[in-house]
T-cell receptor, first 114, second 114 residues
Framework: AQKVTQAQTEISVVEKEDVTLDCVYETRDTTYYLFWYKQPPSGELVFLIRRNSFDEQNEISGRYSWNFQKSTSSFNFTITASQVVDSAVYFC???????????FGKGTKLTVNP | KAGVTQTPRYLIKTRGQQVTLSCSPISGHRSVSWYQQTPGQGLQFLFE???????NKGNFPGRFSGRQFSNSRSEMNVSTLELGDSALYLCASSYWGREGEKLFFGSGTQLSVL
């Protein structure tokens, strides 16, 4: 069975600080996908990124970057120069290849203070 | 394109009643999945439908059921409501695009059971 662990329950930073959200996953599948979602107070889960198990390339999208390391089963998410609008709960999740059944971590609540 | 639409946004029911939640996927999406979100258990997969067929099911009792119509709209039903069913119910629709599968979530239905 798949499992996703987000050890950080809450993080509080001051605007413009960099912050890294940790995600560790467990799976026995050779083909799997990893995701990050953002949940603002409105409740909707906003898709941020999807990675498949064969692509360990790190990715940067604006102030967001992701570090995927199979050797440590980690898929960490870094926000550079954080902004107040980044305040939300962030979820890491995984799925088996070809399945829409996502297994989510418990989420990390990020608060960015002005 | 309109996003995933869930109705109603809020619902209050009493124990023993039943409830039906509705989800309209993004136009062109044929797959719909449902998730339950509670403070204690986090986000948990309920079921997934594709072309009116249930393709995957999570570990929930038989009181939770769903269906999908020919226009891809989906409903989920919970019978004999219990206090523990109070949760945010999220629906997601998906397609297989150039970057692979992406799930797009609605804002959810907040169900309170009194």
């Amino acid at each position: 069975a798949q499992k996703v662990t987000q050890a950080q329950t809450e993080i509080s930073v001051v605007e413009k600080e960099d912050v890294t959200l940790d995600c560790v996953y467990e799976t026995r599948d050779t083909t799997y996908y990893l995701f990050w979602y953002k949940q603002p107070p409105s409740g909707e889960l906003v898709f941020l990124i999807r990675r498949n198990s064969f692509d360990e390339q790190n990715e940067i999208s604006g102030r967001y970057s992701w570090n995927f390391q199979k050797s440590t089963s980690s898929f960490n998410f870094t926000i550079t120069a954080s902004q107040v609008v980044d305040s939300a709960v962030y979820f890491c999740s995984s799925s088996q290849g070809g399945s829409e059944k996502l297994v989510f971590g418990k989420g990390t609540k990020l608060t960015v203070n002005p | 394109k309109a996003g995933v639409t869930q109705t109603p946004r809020y619902l209050i029911k009493t124990r023993g009643q039943q409830v039906t939640l509705s989800c309209s996927p993004i136009s062109g999406h044929r797959s719909v999945s449902w998730y339950q979100q509670t403070p204690g258990q986090g986000l948990q997969f309920l079921f997934e439908y594709f072309s009116e067929t249930q393709r995957n099911k999570g570990n929930f009792p038989g009181r939770f059921s769903g269906r999908q119509f020919s226009n891809s709209r989906s409903e989920m039903n919970v019978s004999t409501l219990e206090l523990g069913d109070s949760a945010l119910y999220l629906c997601a629709s998906s397609y297989w695009g150039r970057e692979g599968e992406k799930l797009f979530f609605g804002s959810g239905t907040q169900l309170s059971v009194l």
